[in-house]
């Protein structure tokens, strides 16, 4: 049920509506590396504080929410090429404001409103699910469908498709080879092979993991953010993505792994866990395990973001956020695993 009082509904309203406004004037991919410097921010607030404002309102909230912020640059990056006014769709390092077009802005905003009240409303309120997934992911996920139902072909051809038809290949026998990558159709080539995700996601996966339990440890209350650290590095390394050089992007390894390895960790240690606690050898040498934990976790968030990719991607004009799509189902295994295991 939705509990937010009218006044901070309100004022996160129209904090989106810039938000989004915000995200298609710089472009979506400098819109999710302030996020992650927003995460950083909200780490300082908590630690000074106490306070998880930083991560609800600011990070992950209707300022820099990628939901808002990021999903803003999305849409306004779709309806410019929709509209002619640039030369891709999935031209999400463009700074929009530069187009001269208020038009392009004004969508970027309404996104934002729309990601806000998706989340509020709808996400945050679905039984089990709402408090048991990545709704920031999933919203993102679902503004970027409609985002290329709506302006997903030129302006005069109709509504857009989830996939194009002419991009799977023809006289393929199987699925996978379908949706192989092409030259023409490919997210990121130089970790789209099965064994580079694997290496990417053990080592990533493990090193978020690594890192998130010792927040935990050390911080008092901090095990429930402390997968956002590693995410926030990661967002931030998409700044030299977006400058050209071929970074990893793996923010979804580190989320998943990190999480993966708070939510285990507990598990494996058994009745009498106590984050804050003592830890002598044994609980080091299980801390050791949930690492372990975290990058089989990251491997498989590796595998399934670069078969979105594969699906939603690299058969469509408009940017669907593979990543995005990896966590929200990712994190919602995770969680479940977790309920379930406890």
Do not use: C
């Amino acid at each position: 049920m939705f509990t937010v009082s009218l006044g901070i509904f309100l004022f996160g309203l129209l904090a989106a509506a810039a938000g989004g406004y915000i995200g298609a004037a710089i472009g979506g991919n400098f819109a999710f590396v302030i996020t992650g410097l927003s995460v950083f921010f909200a780490w300082a607030i908590f630690l000074g504080t106490g306070s998880d404002w930083g991560f609800n309102y600011v990070a992950f909230g209707p300022f820099a929410g990628p939901y808002v912020m990021f999903g803003g640059g999305v849409a306004g990056a779709a309806y410019a090429w929709h509209k002619g006014y640039l030369e891709s769709g999935k031209d999400i390092n463009a700074a929009l404001a530069g187009l001269g077009r208020p038009d392009v802005l004004h969508v970027g905003a309404a996104f934002g409103v729309f990601g806000y009240l998706f989340k509020s409303l709808v996400v945050d309120n679905l039984p089990w699910l709402g408090t048991h997934t990545d709704g920031v992911a999933l919203t993102v996920v679902v503004s970027a469908l409609l985002v290329r139902i709506l302006f997903g072909k030129k302006q005069g051809q109709g509504r857009g498709s989830l996939t194009n038809p002419e991009g799977f290949t023809p006289g393929a026998t199987s699925f996978g080879a379908r949706i192989a990558p092409r030259e023409d159709a490919q997210w990121l080539p130089w970790q789209e092979k099965w064994g580079t995700l694997v290496s990417l996601g053990t080592f990533f996966g493990g090193a978020a993991a690594a890192l998130s339990i010792v927040i935990g440890h050390v911080v008092k209350g901090g095990a429930g953010f402390a997968n956002s650290f590693p995410f926030a590095i990661s967002a931030i390394i998409i700044l030299f993505l977006i400058m050209g050089f071929n970074m990893p992007v793996q923010h979804h390894m580190t989320n998943i792994g990190g999480l993966a390895g708070v939510v285990f960790l507990p598990i494996i240690s058994g009745a009498g866990f106590d984050w804050n606690g003592v830890w002598d050898s044994h609980q080091w040498t299980l801390a050791a395990v949930a690492i372990l934990i975290g990058s089989l976790f990251g491997v498989l968030a590796a595998w399934l973001v670069e078969f979105w990719a594969r699906v939603w991607y690299n058969r469509g004009t408009t940017h669907i956020d593979p990543p995005a799509a990896g966590i929200w189902m990712m994190n919602t295994l995770v969680v479940g695993l977790g309920v379930l295991l406890a």
